[in-house]
């Protein structure tokens, strides 16, 4: 039955692309402690020679809200002080995981997770061995379907690209319920979930209560990620910072007009670019999705794609490609951070999204001698407006395992998963390995080593870090750890992409199986006319006109789209009277 479930499904997705729209793609870094460093510096990752820059003190405390020491402590409290599994296990097991692999961020100094510096260090301390399945960023979605289409799967995988969302991968017999096992086989993990915000905590399990992951959970939220543009072009030209959608077609323009970049703004297969698509009044609707753009307005939810915003966002872009300033082919453009930093680093990008810790990767690849990247906030309509759409805030971090259901040692993969959320799984995957990427100050307090905020070899500072540390496994990320070593320019992004409202976003509803399973059939046939005629309006093969508009809006409501809407609306009120 898993089998022929699990092939219905794959078959369903294989119809439509899963895409990312500025999704952070890796997960904070770990580390730990060893008797005597076990590491040695690999070949040359690239970069920079340059020190660590010294970060502003009032920078960071303008976009952090604790220090390295009180999350450290927090840490101890939380989860440090519980022992009660016995490592290194003693079972001679090995687990399979799924995890794509970055060849552009990490590929010159490592050639897959298995030369991860940190993993002997981990596999001798948890006494499991870990076989990586890594396709690359750019095949990961559809090797994904075509994984879950053979019905084969490994013993941890990240299911968040699911159709229908985890609690319909438990139903569909792809997953296990952890609930009744996880407090004896993930004590400290769960030490951490119950210390947690009433918002994350609920974040943690399903609908029904069941907990299907083992998640990355975060010290605090930082806002790391948005748009981004070339600010030596602007300093040139001598415009200021585009905040309106003409101002950055006035941008774009000049870099079309003097550069003939290929991607004037870079948007892949998806149609969207987060910070941009959202001005328009709704968050916009992913070409090859799987949902139905659903926000709030007041405590009404509703869809965006009978918006009148989203023909304004179709009109626009239609007119943007037509000048020239989004790829002719960008619905054959597969998401994917590699080739995307790729193209901003070689001069054929003028805008995208990044995440703050990619700066100096670009920098340091650039072909332009003059090359300078910043940060800028969201997009809005007018003058003065307001952004509307920045996400609900949680304690969760990048990246969740669930456990398959062709895994036959469950209780060693929950074991395995806890140790990251121990003392020495804490310190591991914060700050790697003592004597190589970090030592204790006077104070007590892990610091890291020269050769992570200035590598000899002149590697990428984040880069190094994240490699030193643990790039891979669910764990509590210490989010301010490394921001004294970030650039004045780099946590001004930050601070730029904090500016704005959560208001019309909904916050990260769990629906009941039930709920998931009608929405999914219903939202499946909306997606598939919603993408096709989409798509004419945006290239040019139809013309949206008043007439085209009002019948694709009768067509899409006819097909059920109210009662999409009303499972939504039940959920965020279950939600909010919780």
């Not at 070949?43 to 450290?72: K, M």
């Not at 101002?247 to 970049?261: D, F, P, Q, S």
């Not at 104070?443 to 000899?456: D, M, Q, R, S």
Request: aromatic share 12%; with cysteine; glycine share 8%.
């Amino acid at each position: 039955m898993k089998k022929i479930l699990a092939l219905t499904l794959a078959l369903a997705m294989m119809l439509c692309l899963f895409v990312g729209c500025g999704s952070k793609t890796e997960e904070a870094p770990a580390e730990e402690v060893s008797e005597a460093p076990v590491s040695e510096a690999p070949a040359e990752l690239a970069a920079s020679s340059e020190p660590a820059p010294e970060a502003d003190a009032e920078l960071i405390e303008s976009v952090s809200d604790t220090t390295t020491a009180d999350t450290n402590a927090e840490a101890s409290e939380l989860g440090g002080s519980i022992d009660v599994i016995s490592y290194p296990l003693d079972n001679g097991t090995t687990l399979t995981l799924w995890r794509s692999f970055s060849a552009f961020i990490f590929g010159e100094i490592l050639s897959g997770w298995e030369d991860m510096p940190t993993l002997p260090i981990i596999e001798e301390k948890t006494g499991v061995s870990i076989d990586f399945i890594s396709p690359s960023e750019a095949t990961e979605s559809e090797q994904f379907n075509l994984m879950i289409a053979s019905g084969e799967y490994p013993d941890l995988f990240n299911l968040s690209n699911y159709t229908g969302g985890i609690a319909l991968a438990y139903e569909e017999e792809v997953c296990i319920d952890l609930t009744d096992i996880i407090d004896e086989y993930a004590p400290n993990y769960m030490a951490y979930v119950n210390g947690m915000d009433d918002y994350t905590q609920r974040l943690c399990r399903t609908e029904e209560g069941k907990i299907l992951q083992v998640l990355t959970l975060t010290s605090e939220v930082l806002h790391e990620q948005g748009l981004a543009l070339r600010t030596d072009w602007l300093e040139k030209w001598d415009m200021e910072v585009p905040s309106t959608i003409d101002e950055m077609h006035g941008y774009l323009t000049n870099v079309k007009t003097e550069y003939n970049c290929k991607y004037p703004m870079f948007i892949d297969n998806s149609g969207v670019l987060e910070g941009f698509t959202a001005a328009f009044g709704m968050p916009g609707f992913q070409l090859g999705g799987s949902n139905a753009s659903m926000m709030l307005e007041g405590e009404t939810v509703v869809s965006g794609l009978t918006h009148d915003g989203y023909r304004q966002y179709l009109e626009t872009f239609h007119q943007w490609y037509s000048e020239g300033l989004i790829k002719e082919d960008f619905y054959s453009e597969k998401y994917g951070p590699d080739y995307i930093n790729a193209y901003v680093s070689a001069g054929d990008c003028g805008l995208t999204t990044i995440r703050g810790d990619k700066f100096e990767t670009m920098k340091n690849n650039a072909t332009d001698p003059e090359f300078k990247f910043g940060g800028i906030p969201a997009l809005t309509l007018e003058e003065g407006g307001t952004y509307k759409f920045m996400m609900k805030s949680s304690r969760l971090g990048n990246g969740g395992l669930s456990i398959s259901t062709d895994c036959e040692n469950p209780e060693d993969a929950l074991m395995f998963m806890n140790w990251f959320y121990t003392d020495e799984g804490y310190i591991l995957s914060n700050y790697g390995e003592e004597g190589v990427a970090f030592n204790y100050n006077a104070e007590g307090e892990p610091e890291y080593t020269e050769f992570i905020t200035n590598n000899p070899n002149g590697w990428n500072m984040v880069s190094v870090r994240n490699i030193y540390t643990n790039p891979v496994f669910p764990m509590y990320n210490n989010a301010t750890a490394l921001l004294y070593t970030y650039a004045d320019y780099e946590l001004e992004a930050f601070e730029m992409w904090a500016i704005g409202t959560d208001e019309c976003s909904l916050p990260t509803l769990n629906l009941t199986t039930d709920e998931s399973s009608e929405y999914t059939l219903i939202v499946s046939d909306i997606c598939s006319f919603v993408d096709e005629q989409s798509l004419k309006w945006m290239v040019g093969e139809e013309e949206l006109t008043d007439e085209a508009w009002n019948e694709y809006v009768a067509q899409v409501e006819s097909m059920n789209l109210g009662r999409a809407v009303e499972i939504y609306q039940t959920a965020y009120d279950r939600f909010m009277a919780a």
